[in-house]
Every structure is written in C-alpha cells, then in structure tokens.
C-alpha cells in the first residue's frame, strides 16, 4: 500500500523560496511514491486579518504555485481547503478534545499573538484546525519545514487521545517528514537571519517570492545582511546570515558547501551574491512562466474542483466516523 502525504500552505501572501525549499518542492518529489494531498488552507489565513479579494486570489495563486512547482494534478489531489467543509467540522470535534494548557505552549502562537494588540480566538486554535486537515487523510507523512514541527506534535498528541479514549484506531498517527536546517528546512529572513523567511514580513526585503521579477531578486539579494569576515563558509552558529545564503545557493545549484567554499576563496561577498542572485532568477524563471500560462480563465479552478471531489470522498468517511464516536447524531 503506498504512504498518504498531506500538507497544506496558507494564502497569506506571495509565496516565498523559504517556503518552495522547506515545502512544496518536497510535495513534488513525493507524489510518484505516496498517495498526495496538497491543500491550500485558506481558513488558516483568515487567522489574522485579510483583505477578502486578496485573499482570494492569494488562494487560486497558491495553487498554480503547486501545479507550476511540479505537483501533477493527475496525480496528485490539489484542493482549497473551504471546499471541503468536513475540515472545519472535525476542528470542532477535535477542539472539544485538546487543552487550553497545549495550545498555550505554542511558539507560534506566542510569536504571532505577541506582534498583534487582538489575537483572534482563531490564532489560538489554529493548530487544531490543522491536526483536522491531517487526521482526515489517514495521513502517514506530513512535509513541512521546521517550524511545524510542534504543530504536529499535536496532531498526533490529538490522534493518540482519541485512540486511546475508544481503544481503537479511529486515526492514523501521521509522522513528520522535515528537512534538516542546511536542506532548507529552515530558510532565515535575508535581513535578519535570527528569524525564519516569512511570507507574511513586513518588510519585503527579507524574503524572495516565488513570484518577484528579476530586478527584485537582484536588489533583495544585494542588499541581504551578511557580516564582516568577508569569507564564504558554512557555520551557522558564527556566519548565520552567509550560512543561511550558503544553504539557498546550494539547493538551487545541486553544490555541496565546501564547493561553493572553494569557488569563491578569495572573492568577496558581491561577486558570491552576484551569482546567487543569477542562480535564483534562472531558478524560478520555468516556475514563473508556469504560473502565467495557468493564469488563462478556469484553468485552475477546474483543477481545484477535480481536487476537492476527491478529498471530499476520503474526508466524509473519517469525519462520519469520528462523529459516530463521540455520539453525534446524524440520519
Ligand atoms: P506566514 O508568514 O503567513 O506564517 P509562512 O511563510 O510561514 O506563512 P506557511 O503557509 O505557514 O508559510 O508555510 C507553508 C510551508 O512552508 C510549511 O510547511 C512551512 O513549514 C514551510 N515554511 C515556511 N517558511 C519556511 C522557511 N523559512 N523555511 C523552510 N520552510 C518554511
Ligand atoms: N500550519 C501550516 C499550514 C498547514 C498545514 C496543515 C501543514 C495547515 N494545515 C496540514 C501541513 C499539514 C503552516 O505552514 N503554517
């Protein structure tokens, strides 16, 4: 039987390369040995503030990303997550089984709540919504980058608790598949390399999206923070910012860090930057032309509905089961 993949990306904003590295170009990999689900969770973006016609479109975007990042969608079940409504109605049933006390630990939830003056009540269940989109796969494995790491601890501390309450395996405890640091699992801002690249920054000088130009990339690029040393090599905990562009560089030209070490010993930063910002554009230019030919009127949405048909199917008969569990009354 082979492996059920699930992951999902929300539409908060332009798609960036921490998120193709970390992610989605795992997606890609995994659909010829797994049976794949990629979801667009666009209910989790509605966890802060959103502009409704943005959202929208930053939706329909992020799933010609996955198509244009090279999830087959004959292959794979592309879908948006409000088509399927059982995910919204499992949050529920799984939020009455998870603890106020699990959910306050959340790092992200303390990063994120703290930059905010309200904090929807939304923010704070967010990662129960999150074990539903998994649990209601059957899920074995789940790529995401590092930072989901404790999200989905709780998935399977939610899938363990129910299976435990009926004695039987009402879910699959679904397992991470998570990148190590220096294989993108973790992409740092390119102006602050403490912090992750995010999508959703204020300043877009911290991150490359998918989608920016060439002149973009070049002047993010150019302008990342580096250090003082002057000296191309891989140590995260004293270069974190060079190691960080060191990472990018590699996974975009297949190079391992002691040859991109060598290739530019005695050149400086600008020269190394140059051609990392070469690498990016040449990069992302297919990725790019994909989007646009899949921007011609319903050619997304027709993948989408295909998608959501399919998910439905898989996700009606765990949320049925679930809700026979707990003694929700349904005929
Ligand atoms: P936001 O800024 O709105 O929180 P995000 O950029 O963190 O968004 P998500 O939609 O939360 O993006 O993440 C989609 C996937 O990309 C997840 O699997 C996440 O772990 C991964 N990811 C996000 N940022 C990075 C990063 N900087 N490095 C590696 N993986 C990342
Ligand atoms: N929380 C995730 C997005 C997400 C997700 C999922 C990832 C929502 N549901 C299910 C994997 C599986 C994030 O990337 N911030």
Same mark, same amino acid.
């Given at each position: 039987m082979?492996k059920?993949?699930f *992951?999902?990306?929300?539409?908060?904003? *332009?798609?960036?390369?921490?998120?193709y590295?970390?992610?989605?170009?795992?997606?890609?990999?995994l659909? /010829?040995?797994?049976?794949? /689900?990629?979801?667009?969770v666009?209910?989790?973006? #509605?966890?802060?503030p959103?502009?409704p016609?943005?959202l929208?479109?930053?939706?329909? !975007?992020?799933?010609?990303?996955?198509v244009a990042c090279g999830? !087959?969608?004959n292959?794979?079940?592309?879908?948006?997550?409000?088509q399927?409504?059982?995910h919204a109605?499992?949050s529920?049933?799984? +939020?009455?089984?998870g =603890?106020?006390?699990?959910?306050?630990?959340?790092?992200?939830?303390?990063?994120k709540a703290?930059?905010r003056?309200?904090?929807s009540?939304?923010?704070?269940?967010?990662?129960?919504l999150?074990?539903?989109?998994?649990?209601?796969y059957?899920?074995?494995l789940?790529?995401?980058? +590092? !930072?989901q790491k404790?999200? #989905?601890e &709780?998935?399977r501390?939610?899938?363990?608790?129910?299976?435990?309450r009926?004695?039987?395996?009402?879910?699959?405890?679904? +397992?991470?598949?998570?990148p190590?640091?220096?294989?993108?699992g973790?992409?740092m801002?390119?102006q602050?390399?403490?912090?992750?690249? @995010?999508k959703?920054?204020?300043?877009?000088?911290? =991150?490359?999206? &998918? &989608?920016?130009p060439?002149?973009?990339?070049?002047?993010?690029?150019m302008?990342?923070?580096?250090d @003082?040393e002057a000296?191309?090599? /891989?140590?995260?905990?004293?270069?974190?910012?060079v @190691?960080?562009?060191?990472?990018?560089y590699s996974?975009f *030209?297949g190079k391992?860090?002691?040859?991109?070490t060598?290739? /530019?010993?005695?050149?400086?930063?600008?020269?190394?930057?140059?051609d990392?910002?070469?690498?990016t554009?040449?990069?992302?230019?297919?990725?790019?032309?994909?989007?646009?030919e899949? *921007?011609?009127?319903?050619?997304? +949405?027709?993948?989408l509905?295909?998608?959501?048909?399919?998910?439905?199917?898989?996700?009606?008969e765990?949320?049925? &089961?679930?809700q026979?569990?707990?003694g929700?009354?349904?005929?």
């Amino acid at each position: 039987m082979k492996k059920r993949v699930f *992951s999902g990306v929300q539409p908060s904003g *332009s798609l960036t390369i921490g998120n193709y590295l970390g992610a989605i170009r795992n997606f890609a990999r995994l659909q /010829y040995e797994a049976d794949c /689900y990629f979801c667009v969770v666009n209910l989790h973006a #509605l966890t802060v503030p959103q502009d409704p016609e943005e959202l929208k479109k930053n939706t329909l !975007d992020v799933a010609r990303l996955f198509v244009a990042c090279g999830i !087959d969608p004959n292959v794979s079940a592309i879908f948006v997550q409000s088509q399927v409504p059982a995910h919204a109605e499992l949050s529920w049933l799984l +939020e009455c089984q998870g =603890y106020i006390g699990e959910l306050k630990r959340m790092t992200q939830f303390k990063d994120k709540a703290k930059k905010r003056e309200n904090v929807s009540v939304g923010l704070f269940t967010y990662p129960v919504l999150m074990a539903a989109d998994i649990l209601l796969y059957n899920t074995d494995l789940v790529p995401v980058g +590092e !930072d989901q790491k404790q999200h #989905l601890e &709780l998935a399977r501390d939610l899938a363990l608790r129910v299976n435990n309450r009926f004695r039987e395996e009402v879910f699959k405890v679904p +397992e991470p598949y998570i990148p190590p640091k220096n294989s993108g699992g973790r992409i740092m801002s390119l102006q602050n390399p403490a912090e992750k690249m @995010s999508k959703s920054a204020e300043n877009p000088k911290s =991150y490359i999206a &998918l &989608l920016d130009p060439p002149e973009v990339i070049q002047k993010k690029i150019m302008s990342a923070v580096t250090d @003082s040393e002057a000296v191309i090599r /891989y140590d995260e905990e004293a270069k974190p910012a060079v @190691s960080n562009l060191m990472v990018i560089y590699s996974l975009f *030209s297949g190079k391992t860090m002691e040859e991109i070490t060598r290739l /530019y010993a005695g050149k400086g930063y600008g020269q190394f930057k140059k051609d990392l910002a070469e690498l990016t554009v040449e990069t992302l230019k297919p990725i790019q032309q994909k989007v646009a030919e899949l *921007s011609a009127p319903g050619a997304i +949405e027709e993948i989408l509905k295909k998608g959501a048909e399919k998910a439905e199917e898989t996700a009606a008969e765990k949320l049925r &089961l679930c809700q026979d569990k707990l003694g929700v009354l349904r005929f």
